[in-house]
């Protein structure tokens, strides 16, 4: 467990800590090696010591996860990789397929050569893929929200505006003017207007899905609450389609383990702390439109507890072990 | 003042006792009657006891701010008219001006010959008449809100998405699950999906400001603050237009005392506890939309203290008396 | 579960449907019989539906839950053990031993004859007592938190002012005045001034713990958060005492698997949705006091999950099953 | 006004701008010179651009404000007196009269010969002096509610624990991890505890109030809110006393216009964004002793507004004036 000391990485080692099947050998971070994991994060309750990261001293281990910055998660990434170890990198460095977007969006990647390798995170839509992975890319919190709720709908998109709503531990540790509880508490905004870098790999997943030449509309939203996205999906049907939109959800999710289908309109606290994602579908009689609301735990299905959902598929143990 | 109990009545009480030119000389509740109002609300600092609402014994008074519910509000009204007392209404009886839309999103009107004699109150569009009214309709919150982010664009609207995000005085001071304290702590989720009575006073002054055929997507959000509304409006304007977009608001606004344009994200923050609308807007490239960011107080601007910029102007007051 | 519309009933619900070792076989609700838990409580994820409270079809059973009021508990309690079946009662109903100080401070006690039959579910005191309890008492949240952390000191506390800080979640599901956001929301107040029910019951556990004449003066205040609760002890010794402080705390609960003992102030976000008391142990040079802070999840050691404790231990499993 | 980037100085640098008496006319900064106040804090709504702060060129004022660090406050106290400017500081520098206890809680004292000029700034124990008073020494935000609470009873307590709670903007706009929004939500932790730098504030202003030999207890904690302090106060009496106590706070307190006594318990909503000081007091049968809550607003009556209605008591203006 690599940069286990920021949110996500934190409560990932976490739930690797209690997994029944999987053993955490070791936790690093860049900033605070030789802190005890469960000083800085006392209900994680993780009684073990951050190290320095050090490839060379990791012994024998079957995976590893990456919580790094973007970047720097590329490199520790390449190095397990070519040490043969399986990764589950929770950073944005191997979600892009295009590097020439990511290159745009982000900085110049530092290891374009095993883009390829690596399978996005989502087992909803990749679950075979993953089975076999050796570099998992999980999905960004927003861009899980957006895909597991309008993946059914996306070759019947026309346009679509998604405002989402997410709690502040999706900005990170940092302590900023932003993340300042007198900035936050009693209030609302809006932030990365018109540009975020959620914005093309949601794009991606939904053109993968089946949508046509889509460009989503999207922003998110800062609110007072610590965990938690609420994404309200506002989509724009082709004109000539026709088609059961309660039948479509149903059917795609009918087996999966950790999305709920739902009629009353889903909130962030019915699936905080967990790995599910529930999502309320509403066809709307008066505009046409259809409304898809899906919230998730930003920190649990969005980062961190999805990643243990990607390493039970890839190590053939039930899915929800060790997340349910 | 009429209906001092509820939130809105509340405050309009208190900004009237210290308004310089007006004398608050009556404060009733049907259900409060007998209390003194600085008991229910401390912070108001209002010294006086809350009556039983009689016409007969209101001894002479230029006007009334009338903040009962709906239905109720138009019998209240009706009598004190009927005395040549100049009205506000904070309800929903007299915003709607076609009886059988308000017939169909409320219930039968009480009071339907009157509807022609309201004004919409909502200085920045209705000023003049606003003037000579003798029954002021004051818009709902998140119409207000709605209106004033909209109204320049509005004739070349296609379509709207607004997505709106309020405090939980929204609701009202009735105590139920949905204000509960730990319903709405750390949550986030919509609510009146498909049908909130906002929506045809939206879409009617759109339409009144220019917008042709316009049903505008609405949907509600309950946030876990007291005060504040912040509606994200995501706008496709008509395929031929060619509109310099910010010189339509800067002229629109130029002069409006309460209408602050700006270029960072507006934060209910930034407007809590007064009666400004803070307004961004967004052109965005990747998507060719509009994007309009428009906060208000849905107590203050959304409702009590936009009563007193009305009564500023029925009485020929500077508009900014007592509420700046 | 009898009871399980509450919010303690709920979690207890829950944590027994996923315990290891029990099998929820009936919820049932006064108020909300034939609806699914689920509906009432997404998060808890108990996919049973509530039925009415019927001693005679409940079945064989080994145990039962009680959630009842005060009052109306000790009427099931009564029913269930007449019938053999052990029961964890969260209510008032058996905590207090005198029932003179019972009836003075609720009402007349309404199956006196049981109490002595009663041990009080506080494991860390009375581990032995509960294995062989059929009926067992779960103390209040604010005593669990005052014994825990007064217990050890007992015998030298001359004098002791209790500060309480307790989220909403402590004042139950009804939708009250008090409990509405908007009342709760940016404010702290005192409550239950000189008159607490769990008054009788602190005084009563810290003399069986070796107080001697001691009324402790305790105060709850009302905090916008939902869980948690933090108790500041401000304790004077006994003016011919010379005590290692310290050791007093390290003996006490080496060995008790939820109870920590730490030296940084504790915060309820540390214990939040877990079983451990954390307490910290200051002694102050300027004032020559203790000073003890205790922190625990309410709605977890402070009822639901002290419950299933207590079960644990009564039907001779690990202790720390199903709530570690 | 120097100093004006901070919560508090921007909070005192908005009243003064709309103050009916004081003109404004000049806002320093060390940090944000440069930048406009209303870019900073859009709620206070000061167009002014942040200087550097040169005494020299300052022009000629009547007054200056200084809300400076602890140190820096000093030095620039200093060089405004030495002008003739009647200064009101809002630092630690010149509240302690003790130059041996400031260089033990804080540093070595930069100008220790102008601590016998300075005037405790609390209005209602010494209004006489600061109408002559050339450096006001505005008290902490804690000391301001502990004394107000605890003033009319000084000469009879015998030992007093007080328990604060306050909002986050206590702790001043920098970002850190305390400060994080994520640390501070759904908690509550105590600080400072056994050593804060009230303490010797609190003693030394009671001991002016008639107490003897008094070291109260003090622990301040922080809780999930912005503005808002309530001390909660349990005095015990000397033995040999007998006095009437809700007389001893009338009496002292029947002319103070910011002082106001109730029986209901109060909260820090009462007292949001005014100048009051909300106090109850509750004589408690079961303990002997008195219970003193007094609500304050820590950046209002606790520092900025108190401020003002110093200046307005140098200035020969209505106490109330610009504060109401």
Redesign the interface.
């Known amino acids: 467990m690599a940069g286990a000391s920021g949110?996500a990485g934190a409560l990932a080692a976490r739930l690797l800590w209690r997994h029944p099947d999987f053993e955490l050998v070791a936790v690093t971070s860049r900033s605070d090696a030789g802190r005890r994991l469960d000083d800085l994060y006392?209900?994680h309750r993780v009684p073990l010591v951050l190290d320095a990261f050090d490839v060379d001293e990791l012994g024998q281990i079957d995976a590893a996860v990456v919580a790094y910055p973007h970047g720097a998660a590329a490199e520790a990434v390449a190095q397990l990789h070519e040490r043969g170890i399986r990764v589950i990198d929770l950073s944005a460095d191997f979600r892009l397929r295009d590097v020439a977007v990511y290159n745009e969006w982000y900085r110049e990647h530092p290891a374009p050569g095993l883009i390829e390798e690596a399978v996005y995170g989502l087992p909803e839509l990749y679950r075979d893929q993953l089975r076999e992975a050796d570099i998992v890319a999980c999905p960004g919190c927003f861009p899980t929200a957006a895909i597991l709720g309008l993946a059914p709908l996306a070759p019947y998109i026309d346009?679509v505006?998604i405002?989402a709503?997410t709690?502040?531990?999706g900005a990170g540790?940092a302590?900023?003017?932003n993340?300042?509880?007198?900035?936050?508490?009693?209030?609302?905004?809006?932030?990365g207007?018109?540009h975020h870098r959620h914005?093309p790999e949601i794009d991606q997943e939904l053109a993968a899905a089946g949508a046509k030449d889509l460009?989503?509309?999207f922003?998110p939203?800062l609110?007072?609450?610590?965990?938690?996205e609420?994404l309200?999906c506002?989509v724009?049907l082709n004109a000539d389609v026709d088609v059961d939109v309660a039948a479509l959800y149903e059917e795609r999710y009918a087996d999966e383990p950790f999305v709920e289908l739902?009629t009353a309109?889903?909130?962030?606290?019915?699936?905080?702390?967990?790995n599910f994602c529930?999502i309320?579908v509403?066809v709307?009689?008066?505009?046409g439109?259809v409304?898809v609301?899906a919230?998730i735990d930003n920190l649990w299905k969005g980062t961190a507890s999805q990643a243990v959902q990607c390493l039970n598929i890839m190590f053939g143990l039930p899915e929800t072990e060790g997340i349910l």
């Open positions: 949110y006392p209900h346009d505006v405002d709503k709690g502040v531990s540790r302590a900023t003017e993340t300042h509880f007198v900035s936050v508490d009693e209030n609302v905004k809006p932030y207007v018109g914005m460009v989503a509309t922003t939203h609110l007072p609450l610590d965990q938690g609420l309200s506002y724009k739902v309109p889903p909130g962030v606290r019915d699936v905080r702390e967990t529930r309320a509403h709307d009689g008066r505009t439109k409304f609301f919230a």
